[in-house]
C-alpha cells in the first residue's frame, strides 16, 4: 500500500441457502464488485460453490464457500458489494435460476452473520407454467441495471 491508502480484508464463507426446500440441490455463483477506489491484491473475486444435494427432508443447502479477499482503498465511494445469483440443476444437468441478490460489506469491523435476499423476475402467467411444468424460468436480459439501481438506492 501506498501512503494514504488502507486496506480492507474480507474474510468469511457463503454458508449457504434456506427457503428453497422444493428443490434438489442448489449453488450458488457470487461476484464481488467495487468502485474505482479500491484495488483487489489477493484472493478471488468472482466464483461458484459446489452444488449441494441435502438430505431428505433438510431444508438448508449447505455451501460453506470460503470467502478471502484483500483490497487496497484510496476512499470508502464505491464499498464493495457481492451480487448473488442461486442456481438449481435439472434432471439432465441444466442450469435453472432461482433468483438473484446483493449486499454490501459490513463497514464494521467483526463477525458478521448477513441474511441476503433473493428473488426472481416474475413472469406471465403463461411463462410461469411453461417454468413449472419445463423447468426455464424468466431471467433477466440485463442484471447490471437491476444491481446498479440497487446501489444507488442503498447509498441514499
Given at each position: 500500500a501506498?501512503?494514504?491508502e488502507q486496506e480492507?480484508?474480507?474474510l468469511g464463507e457463503l454458508k449457504g441457502a434456506r427457503g428453497f426446500s422444493s428443490l434438489g440441490n442448489l449453488f450458488c455463483q457470487?461476484?464481488?464488485?467495487?468502485?474505482?477506489?479500491?484495488e483487489c491484491v489477493g484472493g478471488k473475486e468472482k466464483g461458484q460453490t459446489q452444488v449441494d444435494y441435502p438430505q431428505a427432508g433438510s431444508k438448508e443447502f449447505v455451501w460453506?464457500?470460503?470467502i478471502d479477499l484483500h483490497y487496497f482503498m484510496k476512499s470508502m465511494?464505491?464499498?464493495p458489494s457481492l451480487k448473488i445469483e442461486?442456481?438449481?440443476l435439472d434432471n439432465t444437468g441444466g442450469k435453472i435460476l432461482c433468483g438473484y441478490g446483493?449486499?454490501?460489506?459490513?463497514r464494521t469491523p467483526g463477525s458478521h452473520e448477513i441474511k441476503c435476499p433473493i428473488w426472481r423476475p416474475s413472469g406471465t402467467p403463461k411463462e410461469e407454467v411453461l417454468a413449472y411444468?419445463?423447468?426455464p424460468r424468466p431471467q433477466l436480459v440485463d442484471k447490471d441495471v437491476v444491481f446498479k439501481k440497487a446501489a444507488v438506492n442503498a447509498s441514499t
Open positions: 501506498t501512503v494514504g480492507l480484508h474480507v457470487f461476484q464481488f464488485e467495487k468502485g474505482k477506489h479500491f460453506n464457500h470460503p465511494q464505491g464499498w442461486v442456481w438449481t446483493m449486499t454490501y460489506v459490513p411444468f419445463l423447468g
